[in-house]
């Protein structure tokens, strides 16, 4: 079971042949996909490079499998960017993050308008930097007619963060008298996190060899099926998108219950 979960050899996504990826378009496209990008800094110091210079080259493979999510008719991607942890970092590599935005949204806008991409965020706009708020604002009311996929970033984000802010919101409901504790229930949950308006997950990817979801959309994963990969980020391209959904593909989503199989 383990070995469905991770995948060892860091270059088998670059060898996925074209009969692999006809079953991928037979088969049921993940609704939502979620992907940890780590690794960009493990990326650049193999090369002896600055931490800054793989962050930079993965935002050249957010391009990349943005368009590839596109073109398989997967209706959101949610890409987790920034945590609330990470401003633990050194302020020059965090400094960097912040204007990442403002480069890949500015430059990338024209084509998302023309691929009719939706850009939308979660997490905590307000204490990010007032560029990174503009370049995210700027991006979200431009596309924010478009009815194709909905690309998502998780940017100033923490899933246990998400939850207070949840059950604060719920509390004031039952304050103002609208809801009592005893109503409460996980569709109440559903409709105050940060997503209450998108489908939960179907896969979540994380890259990099870490096998752990990180404080990452705690409440949505419940049902997710998981997919982790030795390869860094800027290293994942199509092909590892396509054999991730391969994956998902050829398991058995039972929800609990004993879809597929016997009952006795």
């Not at 999510?69 to 959101?76: H, P, R, T």
């Not at 409709?191 to 752990?212: C, F, K, W």
């Not at 409440?219 to 994956?247: G, R």
Request: hydrophobic share 40%; aromatic share 10%; net charge neutral.
């Amino acid at each position: 079971m383990f070995k469905k979960l991770f995948k060892r050899n860091s270059n088998m996504g670059q060898s996925f042949s074209h009969e692999g990826e006809d079953l991928v378009m037979g088969e049921a496209i993940p609704t939502h996909i979620a992907i940890i990008m780590d690794g960009n800094g493990r990326w650049a110091k193999k090369r002896a490079l600055p931490r800054v210079a793989g962050h930079h080259e993965g935002m050249q493979t957010v391009r990349k499998i943005t368009r590839c999510a596109c073109d398989l008719g997967i209706k959101v991607l949610t890409l987790y960017a920034f945590s609330t942890e990470n401003w633990k970092r050194p302020k020059s590599e965090v400094e960097f993050l912040m204007r990442l935005p403002e480069q890949f949204l500015n430059s990338f806008l024209p084509e998302l308008m023309e691929r009719n991409i939706r850009v939308e965020m979660i997490g905590v706009m307000e204490t990010l930097p007032d560029y990174t708020q503009r370049a995210l604002k700027n991006a979200m009311e431009v596309t924010k007619n478009n009815t194709g996929l909905v690309l998502n970033f998780a940017m100033n984000y923490g899933g246990r963060a998400e939850i207070v802010m949840t059950m604060q919101q719920l509390m004031k409901d039952v304050e103002a008298g609208t809801l009592t504790i005893d109503e409460i229930s996980e569709q109440h949950i559903s409709q105050y996190v940060m997503t209450a308006h998108l489908p939960e997950p179907d896969l979540l990817i994380r890259t990099s060899g870490e096998v752990r979801i990180s404080n990452f959309m705690l409440w949505q994963l419940a049902y997710t099926e998981f997919w982790f990969t030795d390869t860094h980020w800027p290293d994942f391209d199509e092909a590892s998108l396509k054999e991730a959904i391969l994956v998902y593909q050829n398991r058995n989503r039972r929800y609990g219950g004993l879809k597929g199989e016997g009952t006795n």
